[in-house]
């Protein structure tokens, strides 16, 4: 039952389509994990940037009528926020993983906040008639059969995401900013010694992690869905973290990543969908975080043989 | 050993900060409520206006001190773990296990045997991050956070499937546990059960192993100086695991005495990042335990009166997020301390001339 629907879903393409959705919002907030990260601010505060950013693009997006204004309004507040997480980590030294923790109690708890004051909900909004991320019909091609549904027919911010995976390429390998933010995350002091100004590079790159994770927020509330629940991100900051990881801190490491996650929580989906399916939806789900230890385990046991194999 | 004026600064800083994020809760307050001096009052004084919520407080307090022990073991030997969750939840469960499927005993013997059985779960679910960070230098707040996914999704598909109580009504839980070991109530009529005492027994005993053993000294060495530690002689590794052992033993007597204090059963997603909670308490206390004592009191004492605020005027319980948030930056801000300290410096030399 569960394998015929799967398989169904392989062959007419659907999932590839659900696949790519599922996929956006962790690829975009893994790629804001990792420039911070090759910066030397690991942002764990992902999570809680995300529910403030995909808050800000519903409320906004559906009193102006303009998604764009939303989604623009939510990566603002998401950069917004990210400054303060600059500010309170470089100029007051609080660690950088506490205020990561600190951001996320916040989104959890602000969004609800907001929610109740606003609009007198505690538990979701959803505005009618909130405007949505276009979806990207290609002429042309979408009247071809197989190729059409592989390529047309998808939420514009799925292709923003892929292009953010050459645009993080680029900015990383190929800028004199890239360089600068790599040695800064290498050795800050050393950087700083040759004149490159590490506390800006380190603000700069938590900003662009807000703006990552501000996108992949509003795709959330604007794209994916249509509303904003409490906490609904539900872990995905979380998982972006891995992803960065499991990518081995490079963009298309992350591209990979984000798809495996991405397939991980499709096939969690049709499982739970599927009444009486012998395969338990709980340890589908487990996937992405089982295969980060393991791949934690693999680059370290990597790391180690060749410190061990060094003269 | 710090000098009793380094000390004093220390707690004043931590004062000052509290205050200060009380005022930016209040300022909040101020400018959303439409009756904000109602809402101000529900907050500060409804918490201690009823046996009730004075009760309430202590329930709240009690898995707050163990899992802020539970981290401030282990962030004092320098791992940053955030796994106290995934080993409240592993610790309830098998101690749960314990009190639902063991054949009829004394509750003598019943009852220690569950909150070891809960110990157990926890310490060897710590083990695992403990030991691949020790000895493969994976990160450990990654392997924290993902397995706190595993422990959670874990724990949900057995109380929904195999281990689910029939007349749960729906639920997944485990089948209730025999009356005979539920923690009773301290006085009849009052709400605070007796996990309050296991609470205060478990920070006098870490108290003891921290400061006052071979093990706890070498376990601080190890946070402070790794380098100086196993120069010293000291099996860093091996001290590694057991820290992080020690705290998952401690999330997990936390999630089983929340299960039989509160619960009465295993029940899915019971703990609502109880273990989350723990790290603020532990940043709060500077991972002393008697710090994690006053500072989970003080914290259960905000949660009840965010909830009896949001009953009484017109705010939402999450008010008291922001609370928190300035609690966590301001008392984690090394900036200000340094400050703090270096102006005590300077006043001192001119003592001196």
Redesign the interface.
């Known amino acids: 039952m569960v394998w015929q629907t799967i398989w169904g879903q392989i062959v007419d393409l659907s999932l590839v389509a659900v696949l790519l959705r599922l996929m956006t919002p962790i690829l975009l907030a893994s790629l804001g994990g990792l420039i911070s990260d090759i910066g030397g601010v ?1 942002n ?1 505060g992902l999570e809680g940037l995300m529910l403030m950013s995909a808050f800000t693009s519903i409320a906004v997006g559906s009193s102006t009528g303009n998604w764009a204004v939303g989604v623009l309004a939510g990566v603002a507040t998401s950069v917004l926020i990210s400054y303060g997480m600059g500010f ?1 980590s470089l ?5 950088i ?3 990561g ?3 996320n ?2 989104g ?3 969004t ?2 907001l929610m ?2 606003i609009y007198g909900m ?1 538990g979701n909004y959803s505005p009618t008639g909130a405007p949505r991320i276009p979806v990207v019909n290609i002429p042309f091609i979408e009247d071809i059969p197989v190729l059409g549904k592989l390529l047309s027919g998808h939420s514009l911010m799925v292709w923003i995401a892929l292009l953010s995976v050459a645009f993080c390429m680029f900015l990383i390998y190929r800028t004199p900013y890239g360089v600068h933010l790599r040695s800064v995350g290498e050795a800050p002091y050393a950087a700083q010694s040759l004149g490159i100004p590490a506390k800006r590079i380190q603000y700069s790159a938590l900003a662009w992690s807000g703006a990552f994770a501000g996108l992949a927020g509003a795709f959330m509330s604007n794209g994916l869905t249509n509303m904003f629940v409490k906490d609904m991100t539900a ?1 995905t900051g ?1 998982l972006a ?2 992803v960065v ?1 499991l990518g081995n801190r490079n963009p298309i490491g992350i591209l990979l990543g984000s798809l495996i996650f991405g397939l991980a929580s499709a096939l969690a989906t049709i499982v739970q969908t599927v009444p009486n399916s012998p395969i ?1 939806s ?2 589908i ?2 996937i992405p ?2 295969v ?2 393991a791949a ?2 693999f680059f ?2 990597r ?2 043989r060749r410190l061990a194999t060094m003269p | 050993m710090k000098s009793s004026k380094a000390l004093f600064l220390e707690v004043g800083g931590i004062l000052a900060a509290v205050v200060t994020a009380l005022i930016c809760g209040f300022v909040v307050i101020l400018l ?1 409520s439409s009756e904000p001096f109602t809402a101000i009052s529900a907050l500060l004084l409804d918490p201690l206006s009823s046996t009730f919520n004075i009760g309430t407080i202590l329930n709240k307090a009690v898995p707050l001190i163990l899992t802020g022990l539970a981290l401030s073991v282990v962030f004092q030997s320098g791992v ?1 773990s ?1 796994g106290a969750e995934g080993q409240l939840y592993i610790g309830a469960f098998v101690g749960a296990l314990a009190a639902v499927y063991l054949p009829a005993m004394s509750p003598w013997i019943h009852f220690p045997l569950v909150i070891v059985c809960a110990l157990l779960g926890g310490a060897l679910f710590g083990m695992i991050p403990g030991v ?1 960070k020790a000895y ?4 450990e ?3 924290t ?3 706190n ?2 422990a959670i ?2 724990t ?2 057995f109380v ?2 195999q281990l689910k109580a029939a007349s749960g009504g729906g639920y997944a839980k485990m089948e209730n546990i025999s009356k005979d070991i539920l923690l009773p109530k301290i006085f009849p009529g009052m709400a605070a059960h007796a996990g309050i005492i296991i609470a205060v027994v478990a920070v006098i005993i870490v108290y003891l192993l921290m400061y006052k053993t071979s093990i706890g000294y070498e376990l601080r060495l190890v946070g402070k100086n790794g380098h100086f530690a196993r120069y010293g002689g000291i099996a860093t590794r091996k001290v590694i695991v057991v820290s992080v052992m020690i705290s998952g033993a401690l999330a997990g007597l936390a999630g089983i005495v929340e299960v039989l204090g509160i619960h009465g059963t295993f029940k899915e997603n019971f703990s609502a990042s109880l273990g ?1 909670d723990g ?2 308490i532990a ?1 709060l206390a500077r991972n002393h335990p008697v710090g994690v004592l006053i500072a989970a009191l003080f914290y259960a004492y905000i949660q009840v009166g965010a909830q009896t605020m949001q009953f009484g005027s017109d705010m ?1 319980r ?5 609370i ?2 300035m609690l ?2 301001l008392v ?5 301390f ?1 400050y703090i300290k270096q102006r005590y410096a300077r006043s001192g030399q001119k003592a001196v001339k």
Do not use: R
């Open positions: 690991i764990i309170f100029k007051m030294k609080v660690d993983i506490i205020t923790f600190a951001v109690i916040f959890s708890g602000f609800i906040f109740s004051k505690t872990g979380f973290l891995a990881l338990p709980q340890f789900q487990m975080y089982v980060t230890i934690l385990v370290a046991l790391n180690k | 959303t940053f955030m691949l493969l230098n994976a990160n707040i990654v392997t956070l993902m397995l996914f595993v999704l874990t949900s598909y929904n499937n989350f790290i603020i940043l939402p999450e008010v008291a997020v922001i928190q948030v966590v930056l984690s801000a090394q900036a200000i340094t």
